[in-house]
């Protein structure tokens, strides 16, 4: 399994819609945070597993949330970009990198 790194910005994009779901119910928040580390897991396992969305950028969906987790499959780790539901707009986390 590789390495998981997340940019600020992804680890940002958690943090926002952790508060989001704890507003509405403090449980939601902690199965929102699961099914974000379950999923960057299924990526660090097997990151070729998704499609190619573009730019080597893929999605990981999320199990019982609509988001995804996008990431780059990099040589030592997987690189998460953004934590992104699909109705924002694709803006948010385009041109996501490392620096």
Request: aromatic share 10%; no cysteine; charged share 25%.
């Amino acid at each position: 399994m590789k390495a998981i790194s997340f940019l600020p910005a992804a680890r940002e994009d958690i943090r926002r819609e952790k508060s989001y779901y704890r507003k509405i119910n403090p449980e939601l928040a902690r199965q929102f945070q699961a099914a974000v580390e379950t999923a960057a897991n299924g990526a660090a396992e097997n990151p070729q597993a998704m499609q190619v969305l573009e730019h080597e950028i893929r999605r990981w969906p999320l199990t019982t949330f609509p988001h995804g987790l996008l990431y780059r499959d990099e040589p030592d780790s997987v690189l998460v970009l953004a934590v992104f539901h699909p109705s924002q707009s694709p803006v948010r986390w385009q041109g996501r990198s490392r620096t």
